[in-house]
């Protein structure tokens, strides 16, 4: 694996993270002052502007290039009956990408931004997680590395997201983990579970609870211990994306607890994300406010596969069109201020 | 003026409202149950795309053509210092607007709209309405019938919105006179009011609602003598909008106090339009929340010149490109539930 030989390695990348360029902000802040529209008037289209500002070490925002990565993992799990759909369908989804039809396809169209699916070893699905770590070191080290790898270059701006029936149980165990709480506050619908089902998605976070209860403590243990492949693929690239400069907008519930774990060992590590929208999922609220991250979107989604963060470009575009695009005051002979 | 000869010919085109289709709807949920993806987990974007397809009445709704209309007016009440801007910005805005310098320029090119502005009658403000209605019968109708003319033929989307240095004051008006309360609860910052300025606001929102105490209860007569020229002319684009098919993205606090009459005179009058955006304006939550407003975005946004409606035209975008592009689950053979 070529990023991390070790937990440590990564351990390192972790609490190394650059800090934004305040001198971007401070600029972004200056020509705002100077545009054809009351004060602050533009709302959160400002902040957005100055934080890739930030995140791109940039005075003048661009998005020429955006990247959307959905990254594609089975889990053990699912045998357990914690999903309303059975685990052939992460691959058949996957097929459905390639194929261009699914709902990531068509927002990516409307995004202008470039999908990349990353399927991780679909045929062998990691373990279960109620009897062992849900990955072994090297196992979880890879999909990281992966995940770190996939960050294009040139990217403006990352959209990252997943695919993976079982998935919402694994994320509901890591936030359980990282934050506290038990299945029956962390477990939610999912892609639609019966009432039966819920009783069993909470019993397996219990479970998975007790059994690495000795993780407790340490972030990147409990990503192996209790994610997926996809998740830790998601936390390599949210890493990543800080280290090389590049903004990241997260998608749900799944892709928020993938990424929590490098908050929780170093505070302000996901400062260069934004989170896309507030998912129907029922834990999302919980997690996304303990780690201060705000909602651009509250729709009532569930999907994953990068559909908020995706649907949410525009969003972003819209901002960084008004900041580069503007007239001035002076420019546009517009009288300031009575 | 070509559509209303009177007062009572507006009335009757208000009270004869046509419904939109049912069968469209009920063609897009029936669709929509058979897409690649949980039932329901595109949460409002798949409400959007229901809506779109009940008010254009089509079973497959399209976005080919979206038009956004800014109506520009000036109003006698800035003569009492109620606005952080002087009146001679309405001109130049529009000026701005045309030499494409404005945040509506640069946000219609994202939202691939066509933008059109219309001034109506700057160089004659209407009249201080606490003296005199803002304007006469024959004025309101004009502005009214101009707004009515205004949407273009092919439309599939239209956005509304406005420029008028002293406008959030006619709207503060306005809300007040059709939902009770006084200037301190409907005046807000505006383009951004010193205190001193607003308690000039509040009082001039007292005595215009004094001074036409007897237009209560009668909507078209409260818009006529406490609004202005670009309310009337959306309240005639709305109007329009609902009777050739078109659904409506009402923009911030002045837009939907401008269409707000239609929704008194006749329960459901707004159901073909959808709120873009919550306004930073002290008013619009309270607005929004009598009229059953949701607005699809909550960014503090307070701007005008249908800013805020066209960042919202890509969601709607992305509603109509998973409805219409989506694959099926037999089309993509993806398992359907366990």
């Known amino acids: 694996m070529s990023q991390f030989a070790d ?5 390192t990348a972790c609490l190394t993270l650059p800090a934004g360029s305040d001198a971007a902000v401070t600029a972004v802040r200056e020509r705002q002052r100077t545009l054809t529209k009351p004060a602050g008037s533009l709302g959160r289209l400002e902040d957005m502007a100055a934080w890739l500002a930030k995140w791109q070490n940039r005075p003048m925002p661009r998005l020429d290039q955006v990247d959307i990565l959905v990254f594609a993992g089975n889990h053990g799990i699912t045998r357990l009956g914690v999903s309303a759909f059975p685990p052939s369908v992460t691959a058949q989804m996957v097929a459905n990408f ?13 995004a202008d931004a470039k999908l990349s699916v990353i ?11 109620t009897e062992a770590p849900a990955m072994p070191a ?42 506290g709480g038990d299945g029956t506050r962390w477990a939610g619908r999912g892609t639609g579970i019966d009432d039966a089902g819920m009783i069993r998605k909470r019993n397996v976070i219990d479970a998975a609870l007790q059994r690495h209860a000795a993780c407790r403590g340490d972030p990147l243990l409990i ?9 830790a693929a998601i936390l390599g690239a949210t890493l990543a994306a ?5 903004p990241v907008l997260l998608d749900g519930f799944v892709c928020t607890a993938a990424a929590a774990p490098l908050a ?23 997690l996304a406010d303990d780690l201060g991250l705000v909602p651009l979107l509250d729709f009532g ?11 949410a470009v525009p969003l972003l575009r819209a901002a960084v069109a008004c900041h580069t695009g503007m007239a001035t005051f002076a420019e546009a002979a517009v009288d300031d201020r009575a």
Request: net charge negative; glycine share 12%.
């Open 301 to 311: 989604m569930r999907l994953g596969e990068a559909s908020a963060a995706a649907l």
């Open 138 to 179: 090297a196992e979880f080290l890879q999909a990281v590395g992966t995940g770190y790898d996939a960050v294009p270059t040139g990217c403006d701006l990352l959209c990252l997201g997943e695919m993976g029936i079982g998935n919402t149980t694994a994320a509901a165990a890591v936030a359980a983990a990282l934050l």
């Open 242 to 246: 800080r280290h090389l400069g590049v």
């Open 7 to 11: 937990l440590n390695a990564l351990r």
């Open 264 to 286: 929780k060992m170093v505070p302000g590590a996901l400062d260069h994300t934004m989170l896309a929208h507030l998912s129907a999922e029922a834990g999302h609220r919980i």
């Open 223 to 231: 990503a192996m211990a209790l994610g997926g492949r996809e998740l």
């Open 119 to 129: 399927p991780l070893n679909l045929q062998t699905p990691t373990q279960d997680f």
């Open 98 to 110: 390639s194929a261009g039809g699914a709902a990531i396809n068509q927002l990516a169209r409307i």
